[in-house]
T-cell receptor, first 114, second 111 residues
Framework: AQTVTQSQPEMSVQEAETVTLSCTYD???????LFWYKQPPSRQMILVIRQEAYKQQNATENRFSVNFQKAAKSFSLKISDSQLGDTAMYFCAFMKHDTDKLIFGTGTRLQVFP | NAGVTQTPKFRVLKTGQSMTLLCAQD?????MYWYRQDPGMGLRLIHYSVGEGTTAKGEVPDGYNVSRLKKQNFLLGLESAAPSQTSVYFC??????????FGPGTRLTVT
């Protein structure tokens, strides 16, 4: 069975600085997808970024980028130029290829302070 | 375009009572899901559906039933609520092409 581990329950960062959230996963699969979801205080889950395992190039979405290390089974999220609106819970998630079921980590609470 | 909506937003039940949570999506998605979120844990899949008239069990299905009579709706039922079912429930939908769209959640308390 696949598992997703987020070892940082809480992180904080000053506005405009850069922060990296860690995620590791365990799987015997070769084809899969990895995601970072954001859950602000409103509770709405929002997809931040997605990575296909077969792609070596790290995904980027504006200020958000990932460091995907397939051999190490590591998938960290880097947020550059942090903004107050980035304050949220961030969940790492795994999806096996040919399924549509997400497996979530326990989340990291990120606080951005002025 | 409302996306994914959930009814109700909050509910308090007594042990043994029953209730149904309604999820509706207007994106013509085939796939729909119910998750629960507990403190200190990520979302866990309860049941899901890959199309109208179909349902399947997820990771934590016990104590819940679901129905997908219409493509746009996915109902989650609790026949006899227990305090262990106190949680925040999220519905999601997808076209099957990776991204799941989530509803705003329902906070359920069972006393």
């Amino acid at each position: 069975a696949q598992t997703v581990t987020q070892s940082q329950p809480e992180m904080s960062v000053q506005e405009a600085e850069t922060v990296t959230l860690s995620c590791t996963y365990d799987t015997s699969e070769n084809n899969y997808y990895l995601f970072w979801y954001k859950q602000p205080p409103s509770r709405q889950m929002i997809l931040v970024i997605r990575q296909e395992a077969y792609k070596q190039q790290n995904a980027t979405e504006n200020r958000f980028s990932v460091n995907f290390q397939k051999a190490a089974k590591s998938f960290s999220l880097k947020i550059s130029d942090s903004q107050l609106g980035d304050t949220a819970m961030y969940f790492c998630a795994f999806m096996k290829h040919d399924t549509d079921k997400l497996i979530f980590g326990t989340g990291t609470r990120l606080q951005v302070f002025p | 375009n409302a996306g994914v909506t959930q009814t109700p937003k909050f509910r308090v039940l007594k042990t043994g009572q029953s209730m149904t949570l309604l999820c509706a999506q207007d994106m013509n998605h085939e796939y729909m899901y119910w998750y629960r979120q507990d403190p200190g844990m990520g979302l866990r899949l309860i049941h899901y559906s890959v199309g109208e008239g179909t349902t399947a069990k997820g990771e934590v299905p016990d104590g819940y039933n679901v129905s997908r009579l219409k493509k746009q709706n996915f109902l989650l039922g609790l026949e006899s609520a227990a305090p262990s079912q106190t949680s925040v429930y999220f519905c999601a939908s997808s076209s099957g092409i990776l991204e799941q769209y989530f509803g705003p959640g329902t906070r359920l308390t069972v006393t």
